[in-house]
């Protein structure tokens, strides 16, 4: 009797460690693939870099914009494809928090939360994902798995790397680079 439950549970626990190690996987390479295709559209798709870089002029990213549209395209081509094959993870998500946090900051704050008002709903949520997914660690189907990257599984780690180290990357590229127009003078009455 003691034998069949222990293999019970034994089952149980391979079970739920299979399907957590599943889920962080399919979360990883779905984030990864869509971050990284953002990336691969600004370098191939509708206005490519340039029409990238004048929409970074438009709103007066400095020193200009086609140095943004090349830092944000690698980016997030980079970021992802990382995320996805779980490599390098806590420094993959703290790229995509700090991107994050560029966007919705220059280009979506100004139309508050909803991304249906084309708010910063979908850059909190991806940063969100990242932060968590560098907390749980990139599971046992990943790169940093089979290189044995301890410090990957280390939730305090990736926590404090993709959090920490992302926001501040984010506030560094707005505070030295985000030249806002001024704001319209109200018409006098």
Same mark, same amino acid.
């Given at each position: ?119 910063? &709903? ?25 290189? &044995? ?36 003078? &109200?018409?006098?009455?």
């Amino acid at each position: 009797m003691t034998v069949t439950l222990i293999a019970e549970i034994s089952a149980g626990a391979v079970a739920e460690a299979d399907s957590v190690a599943i889920g962080v996987l399919v979360m990883r390479v779905l984030i990864g693939i869509t971050f990284a295709a953002h990336g691969y559209f600004k370098f191939f798709k509708g206005g490519k870099i340039a029409g990238t870089a004048r929409w970074f002029d438009s709103m007066r990213m400095r020193p200009n914009g086609t140095i943004h549209a090349y830092l944000a395209a690698c980016t997030e081509l980079g970021a992802g494809t990382l995320l996805a094959l779980g490599f390098l993870t806590p420094l993959a998500c703290a790229a995509i928090v700090g991107q994050m946090v560029v966007a919705a900051y220059t280009a979506n704050r100004e139309n508050g939360f909803w991304s249906a008002n084309k708010g910063w &709903e979908y850059n909190f949520v991806l940063g969100v994902v990242a932060v968590g997914l560098a907390t749980i660690g990139p599971g046992q189907y990943s790169i940093d798995h089979v290189l &044995e990257l301890s410090q990957s599984f280390d939730p305090n780690i990736g926590l404090s790397v993709s959090l920490f180290l992302g926001v501040a990357a984010g506030i560094g590229i707005i505070v030295g680079c985000y030249r806002p127009p001024a704001p319209e003078p &109200e018409p006098e009455s």
